[in-house]
């Protein structure tokens, strides 16, 4: 069956930038999760959604940073005034529920010049 | 900051060789879960632990979690090149029952 898919794999930009990272979770998973990862690093986790709502955020850096759920299935990372510090792998992961193992995608590798 | 140690952090091994990778919390584990990275790809789910003495295994891959639930040891036997990768621990810390914090990795090599 199909996994967690994330696009693009891939995204070089500029600093100062906007950038917007998608996550398709697994079918019917109702939890959903973005981590970072930076080189050398394990993933940090960054947010959590149940269902349509994000239930912790409290991993998210600074308020550059925002994710949506809007239909309870794909979520969006955004990331606003992009900075060179920002460049790392953004991991999304989805669960049936929480309290379940949780299923990664490919990553994101984010790269700000 | 990372609060989990893995150790150790590379490791190289022969074809058909054991191993043991090790993953400490100064802390009780309220979960711990080991999952396993290749370059350029998301995490492979291994395996959950979450009793104090637990010890569970998969194909020749066994992972145990002490009584205190402090650490946990992931053991391969009869090393394979496919078993080549970053294996990572992660740990449910606050209960939180979603949020987890994980170890740097420990690179694995096998050479056939």
């Known amino acids: 069956g199909a996994g967690v898919s994330q696009t693009p794999s891939n995204k070089v930009t500029e600093k100062g930038k906007y950038v917007e990272l998608r996550c398709d979770p697994i079918?019917?998973?109702?939890?959903l999760y973005w981590y970072r990862q930076s080189l050398g690093q394990g993933p940090e986790f960054l947010i959590y959604?149940?269902?349509?709502?994000?239930?912790?955020d409290s991993g998210l850096p600074n308020d550059r940073f925002f994710a949506v759920r809007p239909e309870g299935s794909v979520s969006t990372l955004k990331i606003q005034r992009t900075e060179r510090g920002d460049s790392a792998v953004y991991l999304c992961a989805s669960s049936l529920v929480q309290h379940n193992e949780q299923f990664f995608g490919p990553g994101t590798r984010l790269t700000v010049l | 900051s990372q609060e989990l140690e893995q150790s150790p952090q590379s490791l190289i091994v022969q074809e058909g060789k054991n191993l043991t990778i090790n993953c400490t919390s100064s802390k009780t584990l309220y979960g711990l879960y080991w999952y396993k990275q290749k370059y350029g790809e998301g995490l492979i789910f291994l395996m959950m632990?979450?009793?104090?003495?637990e010890e569970k295994s998969h194909e020749k891959i066994t992972a145990k979690l002490d009584e205190k639930k402090q650490q946990s040891s992931l053991h391969i036997t009869a090393s394979q090149p496919s078993h080549a990768g970053i294996y990572l621990c992660g740990a449910d810390k606050s209960g939180s029952n979603y949020k987890l914090t994980f170890g740097k990795g420990t690179l694995l090599t096998v050479n056939p």
């Open positions: 079918s019917g998973h109702t939890a």
């Open positions: 959604f149940q269902g349509t709502g994000a239930a912790d």
């Open positions: 632990l979450q009793k104090g003495g």
